[in-house]
């Protein structure tokens, strides 16, 4: 079972890139899923989550308005479009998939978003 997540990459201030989590081994249509991430030095924190039928999107008040979660029809990957970049959106992005115990317990490798200035 494992969540792969890819699209990072090096960006400008105020530009976008789309990160995109794909599921393999088994399908996480039934789960709610979000995205984390993890800045330099500092603990990993919560970035947007996904109801496992693609509603109640919830977001971590730094990137409301600019990030958008999305889940495929199919609802094993999800997307996170990214727009106004900005330097502190620089971290290592990870997807993870809740349990119905309400704990993210399965994870993704992560994919590394760099905004430049």
């Known amino acids: 079972v494992q969540l792969q997540a890819s699209g990072g990459g090096l960006a400008q201030v105020g530009g976008s890139l789309r990160l995109s989590c794909a599921a393999s081994?088994?399908?996480?249509?039934?789960?709610?899923m979000g995205w984390f991430r993890q800045a330099p030095g500092k603990e990993r924190e919560f970035v947007a989550s996904?109801?496992?039928?693609?509603?109640?999107?919830t977001y971590a008040d730094s990137v409301k308005a600019r990030f958008t979660i999305s889940r495929d029809y199919g609802g094993s990957t999800i997307f996170l479009q990214m727009n106004s970049l900005q330097p502190e959106d620089t971290a290592i992005y990870s997807c993870?998939?809740?349990?119905?115990?309400?704990?993210?317990?399965?994870w993704g490798q992560g994919t590394q978003v760099t905004v430049s200035s």
């Open positions: 993870a998939a809740r349990s119905p115990g309400n704990i993210w317990a399965t």
């Open positions: 996904i109801n496992w039928n693609g509603g109640r999107p």
């Open positions: 081994g088994r399908t996480f249509s039934n789960n709610d």
